[in-house]
């Protein structure tokens, strides 16, 4: 089970930190990625973050604005978003994956075999 959390209303240039907590499943087994979906579009790959080496992806969208990090204490991965435009406003899902190839991140959500809830992000211009 993964419950996402952080989402809110913001200006442009705002941040936000989301988190994606996770239950029920050896965390450190599981790549995390971070997704979401505007109205009318379809579900698109924000950032991941691989279960061992810690690699990294982000969509060109977003690189240099957003981080992706992973606490493995708390089994918590987060989704911090600073310089947030108005094309950042969109549900925002975070999902987990076995997938686990060497140098390999996976970022569609054919490769994600569990899913949280969304939690809305906005940004005001």
């Known amino acids: 089970q993964l419950q996402a959390s952080g989402g809110g209303s913001v200006q442009a240039g705002g941040s936000l930190r989301l988190s994606c907590a996770v239950h029920?499943?050896?965390?450190?087994?599981?790549?995390i990625g971070w997704f979401r979906q505007a109205p009318g579009k379809e579900r698109e790959g924000v950032a991941c973050?691989?279960?061992?080496?810690?690699?990294?992806w982000y969509a060109d969208s977003v690189k240099g604005r957003f981080t992706i990090s992973r606490d493995s204490a708390k089994m918590t991965v987060y989704l911090q978003m600073d310089s947030l435009k108005p094309e950042d406003t969109a549900v925002y899902y975070c999902?987990?994956?076995?997938?686990?190839?060497?140098?390999?991140?996976?970022?569609?959500?054919?490769?994600?075999?569990?899913w949280g809830q969304g939690t809305l992000v906005t940004v005001s211009s």
């Open positions: 999902a987990a994956t076995q997938l686990a190839v060497t140098n390999y991140t996976p970022s569609t959500t054919a490769e994600y075999d569990y």
């Open positions: 029920g499943f050896t965390f450190d087994d599981h790549a």
């Open positions: 973050i691989t279960s061992d080496d810690d690699l990294s």
